[in-house]
Nanobody, 121 residues
């Protein structure tokens, strides 16, 4: 499985950004996909995930109400819509997939290479 992220960039506080993650190399009927992020000097943390079949989304408390995750099964692509961005959202965002019920650092099967999101005036 290969995961390729796109859509990062430099934005101002309050702006919106959409990240995309295209997956190739396998089928995803039993997978969860989602996003983690890692800010400089901090540990990688969970952001959002979506179940591939019977979609069910989960979010970190820090992004609830501002971020939303969706998938396009026909394109094997997951999107992260980020609204009302804050400077503390600045990080490298990594797409990830897991075949586990739990979507944690320990259960991730595949990682993307990451895309930088910078929120600054």
């Amino acid at each position: 499985v290969q995961l390729l992220e796109s859509g990062g960039g430099l934005v101002q506080p309050g702006d919106s950004l959409k990240l995309s993650c295209s997956a190739s190399g396998s089928t995803f009927s039993s997978y969860r996909m989602g996003w983690f992020r890692q800010a400089p000097g901090k540990e990688r943390e969970f952001v959002a995930s979506i179940r591939w079949v019977n979609p069910y989304s989960k979010y970190a408390d820090s992004v609830k109400g501002r971020f939303s995750i969706e998938k396009d099964s026909a394109k094997n692509t997951v999107y992260l819509h980020m609204n009302y961005l804050r400077p503390e959202d600045t990080a490298i965002y990594y797409c990830a997939s897991s075949s586990s019920t739990f979507f944690t650092l320990q259960t991730i099967d595949h990682w993307g290479t990451g895309t930088q999101v910078t929120v600054s005036l």
